[in-house]
């Protein structure tokens, strides 16, 4: 029964906002805009259709949102003008009542919260589709450490268990409809949505990224990320330490308290391209939402990072195909790019470097007729995705999870510094890293790195290759090592010969050394 009263409401809802016209919209066939035209009459849909997808996904629900969070990220599957709209979704929600996030704290560690904290703020501090920040104290020694708790929003499993569920079956139905459904791998995303998800709903998942992060950042001198109180950190309820800083879209308040702005705009930057080129595991979800700035002496002008639900990560051949894409691009070797695309694998065996080639030629071309300042990695990477998309192939969604975020490092970078040279500021990145990896320094330090493995592995080899060989004999064929034997005793006889011809030749000369020596 709850799960058709919960069809019908999202059945409702998808009528009034005109969700059905938006999702037909994106076939082709004749009979399916017949059908668009069918389902709009008696219905007023004058809003853009981007606007009331927006709208409608709102009206559904936390999981519904974040669907459409998620979504805004696959621009190479979207229109632009539905993923503009998407990507305006904001994660703050309704909070639910205070007693609730009382209960869910106190069943999960077993004690009050008189008990845990020194204070407790009922009133959350915010509020998201998936969780809610409360501020707290810690008593430590004869004082008390501030503290934030976070705390997932009840009911949430079985809320996104029941819509998965819906989601799947739908994803699953436009796919049979046409070959445009395939083409945008419904299931696929969907599929990518529920790991997603649920990753975001173990919040220890969460605690242990932060401190990954954490680690990682800490050299740098340029990032915050709060450390977790890891005895205090479960499923559903994280204890962290409280950052205090200003938001980073309130440009003009960290002006006024002596923010150096083009430099925090370059940090920026900095520190996005080196989780991704020298770890390889960066923060994506870096809206302005998740991102302030510090204004403690200590920590003055430093980017304070929250929220990490979403992370993204790269292997090795992923950071390579995004250095050699960006120095391609830069050196205008389209060629370049076509190879890199082919040599991926992710375009299929047959197609022709040359047409790959103008298709990239043709849409990165005019980004080199604006000033250096002005060309965005993130379109290009955008425009080459959407390359890939007409000739068949398959992008990686660690890709597109990086491209949006690349998209939205350089909104806040411009937005703090409109003159920022994005180029000028991620190029050393890339060339220290292709030198790290195919120059003598990637290959010394290569072998530095494998160092303790080879000096365990090397005193055994004698052994390991002395069992090989017996092994082998062993397994060898009974009549193979008859005539193995054989050969051998014809060796030796051969053997035996020469060496017997050698030795009367040689007695024989020295005979006649001797008797022409004679006076």
């Not at 696929?188 to 242990?208: G, K, M, P, Q």
């Not at 390359?387 to 350089?410: A, D, G, W, Y």
Request: charged share 25%; aromatic share 8%.
């Amino acid at each position: 029964m709850r799960r058709f009263a919960r069809l019908a409401f999202i059945v409702i809802t998808v009528l009034r906002f005109g969700l059905d016209e938006v999702a037909l919209s994106a076939f082709r066939q004749r009979w399916v805009r017949a059908l668009v035209r069918i389902v709009r009459l008696g219905r007023r849909l004058d809003a853009p259709r981007g606007v009331r997808l927006r709208e409608g996904l709102v009206r559904l629900g936390p999981i519904f949102v974040k669907f459409g969070q998620l979504l805004s990220t696959r621009r190479d599957l979207l229109p632009p003008d539905v993923a503009d709209e998407l990507a305006l979704l904001q994660d703050r929600v309704p909070p639910f009542p205070a007693r609730e996030a009382r209960a869910i704290i106190e069943r999960s560690f077993g004690q009050s919260i008189e008990t845990l904290f020194a204070s407790f703020e009922a009133e959350p501090v915010a509020s998201a589709s998936i969780a809610q920040v409360h501020l707290a104290t810690l008593r430590e020694g004869d004082g008390v450490r501030d503290v934030a708790v976070k705390v997932l929003r009840p009911g949430m499993l079985a809320a996104i268990e029941t819509d998965l569920e819906l989601l799947h079956r739908l994803a699953a139905w436009i796919e049979r409809l046409s070959a445009d459904g395939r083409r945008l791998k419904p299931r696929e995303v969907v599929a990518e949505f529920d790991t997603y998800l649920h990753d975001e709903l173990d919040l220890v998942r969460e605690a242990a990224n932060a401190t990954q992060l954490r680690r990682n950042m800490e050299g740098l001198g340029l990032v915050l990320v709060p450390r977790m109180a890891w005895d205090l950190c479960r499923a559903d309820v994280i204890v962290m330490e409280r950052m205090s800083g200003v938001p980073i879209a309130q440009v003009e308040k960290l002006r006024a308290a002596g923010v150096d702005i083009k430099k925090l705009a370059r940090d920026g930057v900095t520190i996005f391209f080196t989780q991704v080129f020298r770890d390889g595991f960066f923060h994506a979800d870096m809206h302005p939402g998740n991102i302030f700035v510090s204004l403690a002496p200590a920590t003055f002008g430093r980017y304070i990072a929250l929220d990490f639900g979403i992370m993204g990560t790269l292997t090795e051949r992923d950071k390579d195909y995004l250095a050699h894409n960006f120095i391609a691009f830069f050196r205008r070797d389209y060629k370049r790019v076509a190879e890199l695309h082919i040599e991926s694998g992710w375009v299929p065996p047959g197609t022709r470097v040359d047409e790959l080639e103008g298709a990239v030629r043709t849409v990165c071309e005019p980004q080199f007729a604006r000033p250096l300042k002005d060309i965005s990695l993130g379109l290009v990477l955008l425009r080459l995705f959407q390359i890939s998309r007409r000739f068949n192939v398959t992008i990686q969604p660690q890709l597109v999870l990086l491209q949006k975020t690349l998209l939205n490092i350089e909104g806040l970078g411009r937005q703090l510094d409109p003159e920022l040279d994005l180029w000028t500021t991620a190029k050393p990145f890339l060339e220290r890293w292709m030198d790290e990896q195919v120059g003598w320094r990637g290959l010394a330090q290569r072998l530095q790195d494998e160092a303790p493995r080879y000096a365990q592995m090397l005193p055994g080899l004698p052994r390991l290759l002395q069992q090989a060989l017996t092994r082998s004999a062993e397994q060898a064929e009974p009549q193979l090592l008859l005539q193995l034997l054989a050969e051998q005793r014809r060796a030796n006889r051969l053997l035996r010969w020469l060496l017997g011809t050698l030795a009367a030749l040689l007695a024989g000369a020295l005979a006649a050394a001797l008797l022409l020596g004679r006076p």
